[in-house]
C-alpha cells in the first residue's frame, strides 16, 4: 500500500523514525540508571509513536493477531483468578497494570517495521557502551553513581542494588553483539567497539553479585556457539523439553531440594547465588502449590500466603514475595491451567523463531534462552520493569529479523514502507 505523501505527512513520518530510534537508544542508558523505569518504556513509546504513525499515515500499523491473542489471554487468566484468589481487590489492580503494559508491547512489536534500522544500528552500540561503562564504573566504584541518584541514608552500600540494570544490559549484550557480528546487518562494523562492549561485558559479569545475569549470559553464549540452528529436529526437541520442565517443575523442584541442595552449598559460586536457598524456597513452593493443582492461588499468590510449610534448613523465612522462579509463579498461581498455557506459549513461539532465517533465529533464540534462564533465578514474573524488558528484547528480535530480509531492508532504506502480510509478518 502506498500512500500520499505532503509535507507535514513526510514530517511526521521522519519524526516517527527519530522517535524512535532515540527511545530505544535511551533505553541501556535507563536500565543502567533507573532500570524500574523500563516498566512505562513500552507505553511511553507505543502510545507516542502511535500518534506519530496515524499523523504520517492516516492509518494504523498491522497489529501481530496471534500475539494480541496470547497477551490478552494471560491478561484475562490473571483477572479470572480473582474468583479463586486470596485478594481479589489487589488481583484487579495488579491485573489492570499488567494487561495495559503486555498489550502496549502489541503495539510495540508493530512499530517495529518502521524503525530505521541502518540508524539504529548505528547509534545503539554506542548508547550501549556508554550505559555499559556507567555500569561498569558504578560496581567498581562501589555504587559511586548510584548514591548520586538514590539517597543510601547512612547506609553502606549493596552491589546487589545494581542487579536489575546488570540483567537488562546482560541481556541486550545480544542483540547488541550481533548487530557488530562481521556477517551481521552492519556493513563495515567497528571491530573495536566489538571489543570494547565485550571487556565491558566481561568486567561487568565478573564483579557483580548477580548470578542470575552470569547464568543468563552463559547459557545464550552456549546456544549461541552449540545449538544446530538449521535442524528442525533439535527445534523441536527443544520445545518438547521446556514444555515437559514447565509442566513436571513442581515435582522437579521438590527433588531438587531433597537431592542437591546440600551439594550445591559446597560450591562458592552456588552458594554465593544463594542456591540452596532457593531450593528451599521452590520447595515449599512446589508443595503448596499442588495443594490446588488445577488452577492455583490466583494472582501475587505468595504475597497473601503468610506462612509456608518449611523446617528453615537454608531461608530464615517461611513466606515469599515471590518465588524467584517464573515457572512456579505460574504454577502456584494459576495451576496446571497456568502451566499447559505457558507450556503451549513457549512451543508457539519456538515455532515462530524457527521460521525466521538463519541469522535472525540465532539472535531470538539465544535472547530467548537467556531470558528463560534468568527469569527461572530471578526475579518476579509481574515485575513491571522486567515485562518492560521483556518487550524491549522482542522488539530488538524483530527489528533484526526484518534488517536481515534483504529485501524489505531495501525497501524500508528508500523509504517505500510496505504493508502487507507477507513483507511485515510477524514472529
Known sequence: MHHDRVPASLFYERALGLFLVISLCLIPAIAALAPRFLAFMPGIITISGLFLYRAAFKSWPLFSKPIFFWFLSFTVLCGLSALWGLDSAMIAKRTLGIGVLLLSGVGLLALGAYIPQEKLFRFFPLSFTGAATLCLLDLYSNGGIYALFHDLQGEEFNPSQLNRGIIALTLMSFPVFFMLWPRGPVAKPPFILMGLVALLMAGILYKTDSQ????????????????????????????????????????????????????????????????????????????????????????????????????????????????????????????????????????????????????????????????????????????????????????????????????????????????????????
Open 212 to 427: 542470575s545475569a552470569q547464568l543468563g549470559f552463559a547459557t545464550g553464549l552456549l546456544f549461541f556457539l552449540f545449538f544446530p540452528f538449521k535442524r528442525r529436529i533439535f527445534w523441536l526437541g527443544l520445545a518438547v523439553a521446556l514444555a515437559l520442565l514447565v509442566l513436571l517443575a513442581p515435582l522437579l523442584s521438590q527433588w531438587m531440594f531433597s537431592s542437591l541442595a546440600a551439594h550445591a552449598g559446597e560450591n562458592a559460586w552456588l552458594a554465593r547465588g544463594y542456591a540452596p536457598d532457593r531450593m528451599e524456597i521452590w520447595d515449599f513452593i512446589s508443595r503448596k502449590a499442588l495443594e490446588s493443582p488445577v488452577y492455583g492461588f490466583g494472582l501475587e499468590a505468595t504475597r497473601q500466603i503468610e506462612h509456608f510449610d518449611t523446617k528453615n534448613l537454608y531461608t530464615p523465612l517461611d513466606h515469599v514475595l515471590h518465588p524467584h522462579n517464573a515457572v512456579l509463579q505460574i504454577w502456584i498461581e494459576f495451576g496446571a491451567i497456568g502451566a499447559l498455557m505457558a507450556s503451549a506459549f513457549i512451543v508457539f513461539l519456538l515455532r515462530r523463531l524457527y521460521r525466521l532465517n538463519p541469522e535472525s533465529r540465532k539472535l531470538a533464540l539465544c535472547v530467548f534462552m537467556a531470558t528463560i534462564a534468568a527469569a527461572v533465578v530471578s526475579y518476579g514474573l509481574w515485575q513491571g520493569w522486567w515485562l518492560g524488558l521483556f518487550m524491549v528484547l522482542t522488539l530488538f528480535c524483530r527489528v533484526f529479523a526484518i534488517e536481515i530480509n534483504k529485501g524489505l531492508a531495501q525497501k524500508l532504506i528508500s523509504g517505500k514502507i510496505v504493508q502487507s502480510q507477507k513483507d511485515l509478518k510477524d514472529f
